[in-house]
C-alpha cells in the first residue's frame, strides 16, 4: 500500500477499505507515517466526511493501536459514562453513588480538566489522601468489592488518538464530527465496559454549541457503538448555564454530596437521573425508565447513595471526614459578593465566561501538566430564571489571590445578562438519542 494513494483516494472521496484504514493508522502509529501526509488525509475527511463503515474501522483502528483494558474479571454488566465537557459538571460524583448503590458495577477511566472545562479526577483529588491513580488490580478488585472505582487514565489507551487529535489541533480539523465521533469512542471502546451512556452536552459552556451538530455528533457515536456491539445511547443535554450553582473543584465536591443527602439542585437532578435511568436500562435493574427513577429517588431519600460515596472515597484513600463536613474543603481565603446592578429577571449565565473565571482564579489549567488551585470557585447563587432585584448577590468567588478575584469578578458580571421579562427555566434534557 501506499500513502498517496490512499490520500487520493479519500480526496476522490471513494470509500477507503478496513484493510487500508488499519494499516494507515497502524503505521501512524509506528510513526512509519509522517505528519504532514497525515495532515493531508484529515483535510481530506473534513471535506468529503466518513461513510459508515470508514467511521467504524477508523474507530476500532485507533482502539487497537495501544492498550485495551480487560475488564472480564467484573462481575455484572459494566455500563460507562462519558460527557463531551462542561463547566459545574458534577454528575459522573454523584452517579457513583448512586449506580454504586443499587449494586451495579461503575468502573471508570476518568481524566483531568483542561482549558474552561472541569475534569472527575481533579475533583476527586481535592479530597485529601485522595487516590486516583490505582494500578489494573485495585481497579478490578475495588469494582468488585464495593461496585465502584475511578482511576485516572495511565495505560496508554488509543495512543493513536491522542497523536492524531495533536494533529488536528494544529492543521484544523478538530471540528469535524466524524473525527470527534471516533476520537471519543476510540477511548471508550478501549476502557473495556460492555454499554455506554454518553452526555453530549450543548451550549455556551460544551464543545458542541448547537443542538444540531451535537445531534449529529451523537448519532455518529451511537452508531459506532451499536457496530462495535456494545448497547450505546446519547442524551443531548443543555450546557448554557453552568450546570447546579457550584463551579470550581471542591466546590463541586461539596454540591455532589448534598445533592447525595437529598438537597439536589433540579436542573443537576434532571440530568442525573436521565443519564442514570438508562444505565439501569443497559445493565439491566430496571424495565423502564420510571422504574430506574424511583429506583434512584429511593437510592438517595433512604441515604444508600450518599454511604455507597463515603466507602467509594474511603476506599480510594479519601479522608471521609471532608465528606462529612464538607464545609471543610471550602478553604479559599477570599470570598467577594457579586451583586446585581439592575433588577429583573436572568436570562443568561454565560457557562464558557463563568468556567474560564474560575481559570482565571487558578481552579483550571492551560496544559496537562499545570498545578490548580481546588479550593477556589464560583457559587451561583441565582439561576436563569430567577428574579433578582438590584443590589441581590448573584454569585460568590471564592479565592486566594485579590488581583484574580478582581479579574474574575469582572467576568462573572459581564457573564450575567437580566432583563425585564420574565424567563421560563431552560429545558436541560434536549434529545435522546439510540
Ligand atoms: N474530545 C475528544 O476526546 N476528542 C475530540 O476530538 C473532541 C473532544
Same mark, same amino acid.
Given at each position: 500500500m501506499r500513502v498517496t494513494d490512499l490520500i487520493e483516494k479519500k480526496k476522490a472521496n471513494k470509500e477507503l477499505t478496513k484493510e487500508e484504514i488499519h494499516w494507515f493508522i497502524k503505521n501512524y502509529t509506528l510513526e512509519n507515517i509522517p505528519d504532514y501526509q497525515m495532515s493531508a488525509f484529515l483535510m481530506a475527511v473534513y471535506f468529503n466526511g466518513l461513510s459508515k463503515n470508514e467511521l467504524t474501522e477508523?474507530?476500532? &483502528?485507533? =482502539?487497537?493501536?495501544?492498550? !485495551?483494558? #480487560?475488564?472480564?474479571?467484573?462481575?455484572?454488566?459494566?455500563?460507562?459514562?462519558?460527557?463531551?465537557?462542561?463547566?459545574?459538571?458534577?454528575?459522573?460524583?454523584?452517579l457513583i453513588g448512586i449506580i454504586g448503590a443499587l449494586d451495579v458495577p461503575f468502573a471508570k477511566m476518568s481524566g483531568r480538566g483542561l482549558g474552561y472545562t472541569g475534569g472527575t479526577i481533579d475533583k476527586l483529588e481535592s479530597i485529601p489522601g485522595f487516590r486516583s491513580d490505582l494500578s489494573t488490580r485495585e481497579f478490578i478488585d475495588s469494582v468488585n468489592s464495593i461496585n465502584v472505582a475511578i482511576a485516572a487514565q495511565t495505560t496508554e489507551l488509543a495512543p493513536a488518538d491522542k497523536?492524531?487529535? &495533536?494533529? =488536528?489541533?494544529?492543521?484544523? !480539523?478538530? #471540528?469535524?464530527?466524524?473525527?470527534?465521533?471516533s476520537s471519543i469512542m476510540s477511548k471508550k471502546l478501549?476502557?473495556?465496559?460492555?454499554?455506554?451512556v454518553l452526555d453530549v452536552t450543548v451550549g455556551s459552556g460544551a464543545f458542541m454549541k448547537d443542538v444540531e451538530s451535537a445531534r449529529k455528533l451523537a448519532q455518529k457515536m451511537v452508531e459506532i457503538g451499536k457496530n462495535s456491539d456494545k448497547?450505546?445511547?446519547?442524551?443531548?443535554?443543555?450546557?448554557?448555564?453552568?450546570?447546579g450553582y457550584g463551579i470550581g473543584n471542591s466546590i463541586e465536591i461539596a454540591e455532589a454530596v448534598r445533592t447525595l443527602k437529598g438537597y439536589g439542585m433540579p436542573d443537576v437532578l434532571e440530568v442525573v437521573y436521565t443519564l442514570g435511568a438508562y444505565m439501569l436500562l443497559i445493565a439491566k435493574k430496571a424495565n423502564n425508565i420510571g422504574e430506574a427513577r424511583v429506583l434512584?429517588?429511593?437510592?438517595?431519600?433512604?441515604?444508600?447513595?450518599y454511604n455507597k460515596f463515603l466507602e467509594f472515597v474511603q476506599n480510594q484513600g479519601g479522608d471521609i471526614s471532608y465528606v462529612k463536613n464538607?464545609?471543610?474543603l471550602i478553604n479559599a481565603s477570599i470570598i467577594r459578593e457579586v451583586n446585581a446592578e439592575e433588577s429583573g429577571y436572568i436570562h443568561r449565565i454565560d457557562?464558557?465566561?463563568v468556567g474560564e473565571a474560575v481559570m482565571a482564579l487558578g481552579g483550571g489549567r492551560e496544559n496537562l501538566d499545570d498545578e490548580i488551585d481546588a479550593s477556589v470557585g464560583v457559587v451561583l447563587n441565582k439561576k436563569i430564571g430567577d428574579q433578582v432585584k438590584r443590589g441581590q448577590i448573584l454569585a460568590y468567588i471564592y479565592g486566594n489571590d485579590e488581583n484574580k478575584v478582581?479579574?474574575?469578578?469582572?467576568?462573572?458580571?459581564?457573564?450575567?445578562?437580566?432583563?425585564?421579562?420574565?424567563i421560563e427555566r431552560p429545558k436541560m434534557i434536549l434529545d435522546i438519542i439510540q
Open positions: 477508523l474507530t476500532h &483502528a485507533m =482502539r487497537s493501536s495501544g492498550d !485495551t483494558l #480487560d475488564l472480564s474479571e467484573i462481575k455484572g454488566i459494566k455500563v460507562d459514562k462519558h460527557s463531551s465537557g462542561g463547566v459545574g459538571d458534577k454528575v459522573t460524583l454523584i497523536k492524531l487529535y &495533536a494533529l =488536528r489541533d494544529v492543521t484544523a !480539523t478538530v #471540528d469535524e464530527i466524524s473525527l470527534i465521533a478501549a476502557s473495556g465496559c460492555d454499554g455506554i448497547e450505546t445511547v446519547a442524551v443531548l443535554t443543555n450546557m448554557d448555564e453552568p450546570l434512584m429517588e429511593t437510592a438517595i431519600s433512604n441515604g444508600s447513595a464538607y464545609d471543610a457557562a464558557r465566561t478582581d479579574t474574575a469578578y469582572e467576568m462573572i458580571v459581564s457573564a450575567y445578562e437580566i432583563n425585564e421579562e420574565r
